[in-house]
Structure formats: structure tokens, C-alpha cells
């Protein structure tokens, strides 16, 4: 099994994320055109991390969204559910603690960390909110949450055109350069089906956290919800 589908089952999901895990970062390079990149630095600022500051980056993959937490002083858990993932990161990032933990049954005690984040992850949980409010058990009172995820173009032209790149171009591109390049068919609906910015706002409020706005990047293809505990 390569591809998910929509229903979001967790075995499914994991193994294909396993399938895609060996060159899964430089897919998603390619397939934004770098601008991967500058959304990993929006997602460090807008964390802020403090030195000594206890950070989980849930979803973490092969540890790249990790690393500039541990570089900017705080200690970070990258986690992640995929094994295979988890395995390409601690390969190429031995120093990093990678552990295995499922969205919804995360392995940490009330109020263990000072911030917790989740790039590009919550969707593809069989139930986001269960993972919201799973996060927001995890995190210290006052501490704080960012979430960045696909989202919708806030000019309504230039969405026509994101969704046509997403259903069109972006499994053919996958294909030169994924390891598993049906797992991006999924990825592809799993945006279109995925909430707006208002929406993903209520979720998180749903789910216990207080006063969650967002940031737009790259024209509301990308938003950066925050919320604190």
C-alpha cells in the first residue's frame, strides 16, 4: 500500500509514508518549488523558541523541521508515526531523539512541552481535532501552539489555478522524483478536502486552545495558525 485514501486510516497513512520516506524531503522541494524552505523559517520565527525551551515538533518526518529548533537553543522531540521516516532521520540526524508516537496517542505526560508544532501533518491524522486537543494536553498552561498546513488562496483566481497544479502536474512531477509517487495523489486530495483558514481557527478552538489567528504565505497556499493553552 503506496496511497492512502481520504478516510485517513492509520495503517495506511504510515505505510505510506514509509514508502515515501527516502527522498520524501527532496520531493517536496521540488514539488514547491523551494518554497518549503521559507515556510520551515516562517514556522521557527513565529514558534520563537527560547534557549533551554522544550519544543514538540509532532510530524516531524526525517527531522528537518527539527533541526532549527535545536539550532536556535531549545531542546526539541522530533515524533513522528512513521517508522520509516523516523529511520532516514536518525540516519542523517543521529543526534536528534526521534520517537515514534501516534497523533492521537501522543507518549508524554500533561504539560510536558513549552511549545508544540505540526507542519504539514494534521491532515493526514485520522481525526485532526483528537489531535489538537492531544497537543494541547501535552503543552504547559501559557504555552503555545503553530500549525502550518496547506491551505486555501485567499484570490479566488489565482485557487483555480493551485487546484488545477495540484490534480494535474503535481503527480506527473512526483513521479520524476518521488519514491513513491502515488502516495502524492493522495497528498494532492488531501489538501483540496482540507478546511480554510477560518475553519482550521475553529477546529483549534474546538479543541481547547485560546485566541488561534493565522498568517497567509505564499497568497493562503500555506497559512501558520497560533494559538496558546
Known amino acids: 500500500m503506496t496511497r492512502a485514501d481520504l478516510d485517513k486510516q492509520p495503517g495506511e497513512v504510515r ?4 514508502a515515501v520516506a527516502k527522498r520524501y524531503d527532496l520531493t517536496n522541494d521540488v514539488l514547491s ?6 515556510w520551515r523559517r516562517e514556522v521557527i520565527k513565529a514558534v520563537a523558541p527560547k534557549p533551554s525551551e522544550l519544543v514538540l515538533d509532532l510530524a516531524a518526518g526525517t527531522g528537518t523541521s527539527s533541526q532549527p529548533f535545536l539550532d536556535a537553543g531549545a531542546d ?4 513522528d508515526f512513521s517508522i520509516g521516516m523516523l529511520r532516514v ?8 531523539p526521534f520517537t515514534a508516537g501516534d497523533g492521537t496517542k501522543l507518549p508524554y505526560r500533561d504539560g510536558t512541552f513549552d511549545a508544540v508544532t505540526i507542519s504539514f501533518g494534521l491532515r493526514n491524522i485520522v481525526d ?3 489531535g489538537l486537543r492531544e497537543l494541547r494536553r501535552v ?3 501559557g504555552g503555545r501552539i503553530v500549525v502550518c498546513e496547506f491551505s486555501h488562496p485567499t484570490w479566488k483566481p489565482f485557487r483555480t489555478v493551485y487546484v488545477e497544479y495540484l490534480m494535474r502536474a503535481l503527480p506527473p512531477v512526483a513521479r520524476a522524483v518521488s519514491s513513491s509517487p502515488e502516495a502524492y495523489v493522495y497528498l494532492a486530495e488531501s489538501i483540496r478536502a482540507w478546511p ?7 477546529m ?8 488561534p489567528t493565522w498568517t497567509n504565505l505564499s497568497a493562503g497556499i500555506v497559512a501558520l495558525h497560533h494559538a496558546t493553552a
Open 139 to 141: 503543552t504547559r498552561p
Open 15 to 18: 505505510r505510506m509514508f514509509d
Open 76 to 79: 526539541v522531540v522530533p515524533t
Open 196 to 202: 480554510d483558514q477560518a475553519g482550521l481557527a475553529d
Open 204 to 211: 483549534l478552538s474546538s479543541a481547547g486552545w485560546q485566541s
Open 33 to 38: 518549488l523551494g518554497q518549503d524552505r521559507r
Open 128 to 130: 485532526p481535532e483528537a
Open 89 to 96: 532521520g536518525k540516519e542523517a540526524k543521529p543526534h536528534l
